[in-house]
Structure formats: structure tokens, C-alpha cells
């Protein structure tokens, strides 16, 4: 673990969640932000599935300095869905992801009629009210909202995330995000079961400049997408040229963030990746399209 530790130095964790929220978090802001600035990492994209993070992520880093705290909004229902009004609003207040719908997201939804599927964790409902958020029109083109948030997302130079959407929508979406001009694109946890983008897929989206944030959180029982070795040969299979290594940690049942992105380290590192590989995909990539 000595080497994993090293390379926890500079890194930026892409994906936690803390408290507060509306569901159970293992941390606190302040804490989860302490515990990262300690191991020496880079910063941290905190997401919250039902408000954006901008105005804490101020209030953090205003009382823990010396590492980013980055902010961002999710498009689910509670910040109006595909709202252009909140992803300026997000932007103004420093924001750099803007993602796509989670556990609103037709796919997600979908997803959990099946045999055995657990609603997600950040599930929310209104009687005689459709969750589902709408990207698309039904001829497969985005809607004007959705046109709307890329210009802004272009604009102000953000990330956008794709979210809990299908393997096909996220073709779509970040295809028209490139002819519109967009370069920071992420595709969310794609070996997630909801997700499950196949692999040639995921390299045609590479030769588009899409990263691929591959988050530990697959390789615990509440998934077991692939284990640890696995999610590494999927690496090599797909490149560490367009990986980040994110946890999407912050459950109570899931270790602390920073333990997890060392762990995470050292089990690529156990399965053959280089030092030179793990740092790209745990730091270098993310802060550049982070600016951080």
C-alpha cells in the first residue's frame, strides 16, 4: 500500500457524496474534505442527487483550504429536471459538472421494474406524477432544454457527465455535445448493471475524446459488476488514456472516499497497471478537465 498511498498525492476523487443530504452519508462535508486534503489529494467533486453542491463546496473550502472543492448539479427532478435556469445558476456559483439525470432518468427508472433490482438509493416520487426526465424528443433528438444546458455548459467551459442514461443515449448526447463544440465529456460509471455499456461502444466513444469515469463502487456486493481484476482488464481493454478512477463512495456501507481511492489504487496497481497509467487516470485526467 505504500505505493497506492503515494499515488493518493495529487489525485482527484470525481464522484463522492457526504452529508448533508437526504439520504444517509457516511461523512460530512467538512470531513470527507479533511480526510482527502490529509492523504494530499488534489480535490473533490462533490455530487448530491437532489440539490447542486455550489453553495457548499464554497462554504467547505472556505473553511478547509488547500483543496479544491468542486460543485456541480444533477438534473434530476428536484432542480426542475433538463432546467436550463439551475445550470446557470450552478455555473455562476462555480460549478464544473453539470450531470445528466440519475435516478430520474428514464433509463434508471426503467431499470428498477426489474426481477430483484433495488430502487436507487436517492429515489424520489409524487403521487399522479411521472419521475422520469426527458433528454430526448421522440424522434431521438434532444429537447430545446437539453440544447439549452450544452450551450451553457459549452460556454462556461464545464463537464458534462452522462448520468444514468442508456449506452445509446449517451452516443447520441455526446455526439451533438462535439458538433456543438463541447470537449469535457464524461460517461458515468458505464459498467454499472443499469448502465452495462458493451465495450466496443466504449471505444468508438473514446475515439470521440469521451473519458470514461469508472467508479470502485461496481466491485462491492451491492453490484458486483467485476471484481477487482476485472475492472482492471476492462481498463486495458478500453485505455487508461481515457479512464478516470473515481469511487462513488460516501454510503455508510461503502469505506471513506479516501480509503477507498487508495484502495482502488493498489488493486490496479495488484493487476498490472503502471504507476505512470494509475496517476494519469487518478489525476491528470480530471484536472485537466477540471482545471484544478
Known sequence: M????????????????????????????????????????????????????????????????????????????????INPWAVEAAGRGGAKVIWMP?????NQLRHETGPGVRPHPAAMHLPGR??????????????????AVLEIIRDRGMVLATGHLTPDEVDRLTARAVDMGIRKLVSTHP???????????QKKLAERGVYFERTFNVTLPRYN???????????????????????????PDS?????????????MLDNGLSDDEVRRMVSTHARGLLEV
Open 191 to 201: 459498467d454499472l448493471p443499469g448502465i452495462s455499456m458493451p465495450v466496443e461502444l
Open 2 to 81: 505504500v505505493e497506492a498511498r503515494r499515488l493518493v498525492e495529487g489525485a482527484v476523487d470525481t464522484h463522492v457524496h457526504s452529508s448533508p443530504d437526504l439520504v444517509e452519508r457516511k461523512l460530512d462535508d467538512f470531513e470527507l474534505v479533511r480526510q482527502a486534503r490529509e492523504r494530499g489529494m488534489a480535490g473533490l467533486v462533490l455530487k448530491n442527487h437532489f440539490f447542486t453542491t455550489t453553495l457548499r463546496a464554497k462554504l467547505v473550502a472556505s473553511q478547509v483550504p488547500g483543496i479544491e472543492v468542486v460543485a456541480s448539479i444533477v438534473l434530476n427532478q428536484p432542480m426542475g429536471g
Open 255 to 267: 469505506p471513506t472516499p479516501a480509503d477507498g481511492l487508495e484502495s482502488y489504487i493498489a488493486g
Open 102 to 106: 440519475t435516478a430520474h432518468s428514464e
Open 225 to 251: 459488476t467485476l471484481d477487482v481484476a476485472g475492472l482492471a482488464a476492462r481498463i486495458r481493454d478500453v485505455g487508461p488514456s481515457s479512464t478516470i478512477m473515481a469511487t462513488d463512495f460516501g454510503q
Open 130 to 147: 411521472s419521475a422520469a426526465v426527458t433528454v430526448f424528443n421522440p424522434d431521438g433528438t434532444l429537447t430545446a432544454d437539453t440544447e
